[in-house]
């Protein structure tokens, strides 16, 4: 707790100074490039949820800093496995009898061994191999404290740290990823989970998901399937079993796609450690601890989303991610959508002569100046898409993912049984023929949208002249009180005195909280915006 605290205690001190002395861009960068090493040394040296963390921010280049980000981005959460005596007294305390009871043979060095759980490789006396997973000696403990010291960090930086409404909940921050993190912790909820994606995917014959021994499998110690494979990202080993990329890059899509768009749970941790490939190219699924969750109505706008993108009907893209909750209240759609057609009309073949890297940095500024925000609730979700997106860029070219993309997303529309007509719609709606007819029907509604924009502002117009005027009237009522006090003291009459007092202690509590909420009104507007 100190090591953690001391470290995110010297951050803020380092960023205030900065700030105060008004340091140019480049000072800026070198800092969060040191505050980035500094904070991954740490988070190796102390390993358990920390990495996790580390994992997590690592996919927020739409709020961290560059320098930050490069250096934590390819985080792995890999940790030296505990001592074998110590996972044998938890095997047989989980089972209530000695491994030999079950096992022929067990391997007492783990296969892997991350933050939370290790794997051990044995067979059972009938025969099957199989893969023990069991949680790591005091992890209880150790995440505990891990949650206890993070929360203060938060404490400090949701106080402290002058960050503008909109831009990132620390609140909903800490309580999902306590949800995930005490969800994994939890063997029996992630046995839930692996038994409903083989339920899932029973009739897809290109994913193979391992089975599980229920009757050997507790809240700490989960056994599965022992199932061979090689990494996704193991060029060689695919080029000597002879598995062709461009299937097996279609395989991946085909599972991946309906978890993000379809409602219900997803792979949120799909690393190449967790998305292995069998000799008969057949994807392998497993580590199903870390998963998250989309909604109806979450689905149904990401679906409209990119049937919006792929027809270029840009207005209806707009309008699905003001749905999800990606732009703030101050966006102005037009522009929205000209950025998505500047976007879209990018070429893969363009990409060749394009510093990717630059490009990559540029867009991180321009999401950060424009009135756009990832909602808490998809971290996770982008963590899966990001980490899939680098298994499939190691794969195929930038031409060979749109090309395969789009046929596999119309083809998942139609199982779906979205009518394809819809679709032609949003693609007729696109053209500029269709557009005008679609702008006089906006024209229509124009009257209508500007008396609710109308209506907006004036309500923040009138909640801001409220809080100025009642911490102004609070502030006269405070001083005038004070004077009071001073002369109940003059004339030594009590109750002036008390009543006054009193009368202060109230609109000085009324002026701080009217002064807070002024405040934070004040910060709904990004400062790279205002």
């Given at each position: ?121 044995a067979v059972l006396k009938s025969g099957e191999e199989v ?99 090689i990494k996704v990202t193991d060029k060689v080993r695919l ?6 990329r461009g299937d097996l890059v279609e395989g991946i899509m ?277």
């Amino acid at each position: 707790m100190a090591i953690v605290l001391k470290m995110a205690f010297v951050i803020f001190l380092q960023v205030y100074w900065y700030k105060l002395r008004k340091k140019p861009e480049s000072d800026w960068e070198l800092l969060w490039i040191k505050i980035g090493k500094r904070f991954r040394n740490t988070l190796f040296e102390l390993e358990g949820l920390l990495i996790k963390i580390g994992q997590l921010l690592s996919i927020r280049a739409d709020l961290l800093p560059h320098g930050f980000i490069n250096q934590i981005q390819d985080l792995t959460d890999h940790v030296p496995p505990s001592e074998w005596g110590e996972i044998k007294e938890i095997l047989e305390r989980e089972w209530g009898t000695s491994i030999e009871e079950h096992f022929l043979s067990i391997e007492e060095k783990a296969v892997a061994s991350a933050s939370i759980g290790e794997v051990y490789k044995a067979v059972l006396k009938s025969g099957e191999e199989v893969a023990i997973k069991v949680q790591r000696p005091d992890i209880q403990s150790i995440i505990k404290t891990d949650f206890r010291t993070l929360r203060v960090i938060i404490w400090f930086a949701d106080h402290l740290v002058p960050l503008p409404k909109g831009f990132i909940n620390f609140k909903v921050l800490f309580k999902e990823l306590k949800e995930v993190i005490e969800r994994e912790l939890d063997f029996s909820q992630e046995k839930n989970v692996l038994l409903s994606f083989k339920e899932r995917f029973k009739e897809n014959e290109s994913v193979i998901i391992p089975g599980v021994y229920d009757e050997l499998s507790t809240s700490s110690v989960l056994v599965m399937d022992w199932l061979d494979g090689i990494k996704v990202t193991d060029k060689v080993r695919l080029n000597e079993l002879g598995i062709n990329r461009g299937d097996l890059v279609e395989g991946i899509m085909k599972v991946f796609l309906p978890q993000w768009l379809e409602p219900g749970v997803f792979h949120a941790d799909p690393h190449s450690g967790n998305m292995l490939v069998s000799r008969e190219g057949k994807i392998i699924l497993l580590d199903f601890g870390m998963v998250g969750e989309i909604s109806n109505s979450d689905a149904i706008y990401f679906q409209k989303l990119i049937e919006g993108l792929l027809s270029k009907n840009y207005v209806k893209a707009v309008d699905s991610l003001v749905h999800l909750g990606f732009l703030l209240p101050e966006a102005d759609p037009r522009i929205m959508e000209k950025l998505l057609a500047e976007m879209m009309t990018i070429q893969p073949n363009q990409l060749k002569n394009m510093d990717l890297v630059a490009m990559k940095l540029e867009m991180n500024d321009m999401i950060q100046a424009l009135p756009i925000q990832v909602p808490t609730r998809f971290v996770f979700l982008g963590r899966s898409f990001v980490t899939i997106e680098g298994v499939l860029r190691g794969l195929a070219t930038d031409e060979e993912l749109m090309a395969l993309f789009k046929p596999i997303f119309m083809n998942w529309l139609k199982q779906k049984g979205n009518n394809k007509w819809s679709f032609i719609s949003y693609w007729l709606q696109s053209q500029p023929v269709f557009k005008f007819f679609y702008s006089i029907a906006e024209f229509l509604k124009l009257p209508k949208t500007l008396e609710e924009l109308k209506e907006t502002e004036q309500r923040r117009e009138f909640q801001f002249t409220l809080y100025e005027n009642s911490k102004q009237r609070l502030f006269y009522l405070s001083a005038s009180s004070a004077i009071g006090i001073l002369v109940g003291i003059y004339t030594e009459h009590d109750f002036i005195m008390q009543l006054c007092i009193g009368v202060t202690a109230l609109s000085s509590f009324g002026y701080l909280v009217f002064s807070y909420k002024l405040r934070k009104w004040m910060k709904f507007m990004h400062e790279k915006r205002r």
